[in-house]
């Protein structure tokens, strides 16, 4: 069985810096999906980021990025300028390419200072 | 795109109660929804997967008699927590999955709190 690893429970940033935060994932699958959810206060899943592990390219969008090493089964997300907007949970997710069912982290809780 | 609504946001109900929680996708149709349960401070738990026009899949440990599932269209799902109790409150979340956008991608509802007096 699959499962997600975020070991960082906490983790905090000043305003503008640059922060990482870590997952790591047990699979022996080739073929599947990886991603970053972000839960703020209101506890809406917003999706941050996905990559697609047949894609050596690590996914970026606009502040954020991956770090995406299949090999070592490791996705961390480097969050850059963070903003006090980036408060929140940020939960990694791991999705087989032949199923729907997402296998959550227990997430890591971003605390950014002014 | 890939909105999906939940209705209500929070119920409050007496012990034995049933409680119907709605989830919608609002701009996509989507034949598969999934509902979460989240406990405060924890992740999401995956209760079941709801398939438009078929029988839920329930996870392991839920009760199906429980926490009845119908997904009778393309654009709604509902939830119904039947004679609820007080280890039932929580928070639970839909997802839907838009099978023509990018169909590996799950969106979530707002949530919906439930507290079992």
């Known amino acids: 069985a699959q499962t997600v690893t975020q070991s960082q429970p906490e983790m905090s940033v000043q305003e503008a810096e640059t922060v990482t935060l870590s997952c790591t994932y047990d699979t022996s699958e080739s073929d599947y999906y990886l991603f970053w959810y972000k839960q703020p206060p209101s506890r809406q899943m917003i999706l941050v980021i996905r990559?697609?592990?047949?894609?050596?390219q690590n996914a970026t969008e606009n502040r954020f990025s991956v770090n995406f090493q299949k090999a070592a089964k490791s996705f961390s997300l480097k969050i850059s300028d963070s903003q006090l907007g980036d408060a929140a949970m940020y939960f990694c997710a791991y999705r087989s390419y032949n199923t729907d069912k997402l296998i959550f982290g227990t997430g890591t809780r971003l605390q950014v200072f002014p | 795109g890939a909105v999906v609504s939940q209705h209500p946001s929070w119920v409050i109900c007496k012990s034995g109660t049933s409680v119907k929680i709605e989830c919608r996708s609002l701009d996509f149709q989507a034949t598969t929804m999934f509902w979460y349960r989240q406990f405060p401070k924890q992740s999401l738990m995956l209760m079941a997967t709801s398939n438009e026009g078929s029988k839920a899949t329930y996870e392991q440990g839920v009760e199906k008699d429980k926490f009845l599932i119908n997904h009778a269209s393309l654009t709604l799902s509902t939830l119904t927590v039947t004679s609820a109790h007080p280890e039932d409150s929580s928070f639970y979340i839909c997802?839907?999955?838009?099978?023509?956008?990018?169909?590996?991608?799950?969106?979530f509802g707002p949530g919906t709190r439930l507290l079992v007096l």
């Open positions: 997802s839907a999955r838009n099978p023509t956008g990018r169909g590996e991608t799950q969106y």
């Open positions: 990559q697609e592990a047949y894609k050596q």
